[in-house]
């Protein structure tokens, strides 16, 4: 009996570890595999962060904020599928006031055939005002350019995906350094999320901000709430493509459309017992793209890339769209040869 136990959990455990390695299965005239177990990255990177807010009112009021620019640099380790990293936004680091530094932590695994994708993001105070809408006639012009601290928005979640082609098609040779792509190839790729979100706006700070540039002007009633947190459930599709334009270089380019279902609570429209569970109105599309240029000799890396999300939130009084993602610029080294790259060094 002993001995039949034995021989089913090794018999488990040689299907898992088929099942592990499948992830990593490429077709090697296309694909270069990691040689190395280990990597280390400087990256730096530039936020990009633009949020939307329009009324449903007569006065068809809207607002466009972006933060002033700053500039982020951290390290990452990365051990084969899994990279962790870090950074500081270099103009906020060191303030005492803790609320005022934007921070980012990211948690990413990768293999050839999926990836997963964890994020906490949460901005700072140093929004400004870009393009604003008091209503026709109205001269606004004297808001443009203004600093608005009274909004924060804030958003944690995870991605996953799968890639079809994944044995000729190399996502993470874009994105995460982990393998070299040889011959030019593209792929379909279907992926899942979810995320907590949270918005707030001090509506007496916008309000004073107004009277102080635009007198006599009022919000627009459908504008006004405190807070909104919701959770977003997505399902995404599209395409990407990786062109080997020389040896060693690499530029992709993938977009996707993302179809959302947002439940959400807050001051604005709390839930009524009777509300059905599922709602079409709470139905949005967004969009995901991505670009990357690598150079990596399997040794040593560099590159740049951006990821651009573009996230909508609608109700019956009021809209709001963010636009999010992370300009990157890199250079890393991989260590610790993989004990099959040793035996064909030998």
């Known amino acids: ?78 051990w084969r599928w899994v990279f962790l990293g870090y950074t500081v936004d270099l103009k906020t680091f060191g303030l005492k006031n803790k609320d005022e530094q934007k921070k980012e932590l990211g948690f990413s695994i990768y293999s050839s055939k999926i990836g997963v994708d964890i994020y906490h993001r949460k901005t700072g105070v140093d929004y400004r005002i870009s393009s604003v809408s008091m209503g026709r006639g109205i001269d606004a012009s004297g808001l443009i350019d203004t600093k608005f601290d009274g909004i924060s928005v804030g958003v944690t979640g995870v991605n996953a995906y799968y890639i079809f082609n994944n044995r000729r098609f190399s996502y993470p040779a874009a994105f995460s350094q982990s393998t070299c792509q040889k011959v030019s190839c593209g792929s379909f790729m279907a992926g899942a999320g979810f995320s907590k979100n949270s918005l707030s706006i001090d509506n007496e700070k916008y309000q004073s901000l107004i009277n102080e540039k635009v007198p006599q002007v009022k919000i627009d009633s459908t504008m006004l709430f405190n807070s909104v947190k919701y959770n977003n459930y997505s399902l995404s599709g599209g395409y990407g493509y990786n062109w080997v334009f020389a040896k060693d270089f690499l530029f992709c380019a993938s977009g996707s459309l993302v179809l959302s279902y947002k439940y959400s609570s807050g001051e604005e429209n709390q839930k009524k017992k009777d509300d059905p569970l599922f709602d079409f109105n709470n139905v949005n599309l967004g969009e995901n793209f991505r670009i990357g240029l690598v150079y990596n000799n399997t040794r040593w890396y560099a590159g740049a890339n951006a990821v651009i999300n573009v996230n909508n939130y609608h109700n019956s009084d009021f809209s709001a769209t963010n636009v999010f993602g992370n300009l990157n610029i890199y250079v890393g080294y991989n260590f610790g040869l993989r004990k099959e790259y040793k035996n064909k060094q030998k």
């Open 1 to 78: 009996m002993l001995l039949a136990s034995q021989y089913a959990q090794a018999q488990f455990l040689d299907r898992l570890k088929g099942v592990v390695a499948s992830f990593s299965d490429v077709d090697t005239a296309y694909i270069e595999p990691q040689h190395y177990n280990w990597s280390v990255m400087l990256q730096g990177s530039h936020y990009v962060d633009i949020f939307s807010l329009s009324g449903t009112g007569k006065g068809h009021q809207s607002v466009t904020l972006k933060p002033s620019p700053s500039f982020r640099l951290g390290p990452y380790f990365g």
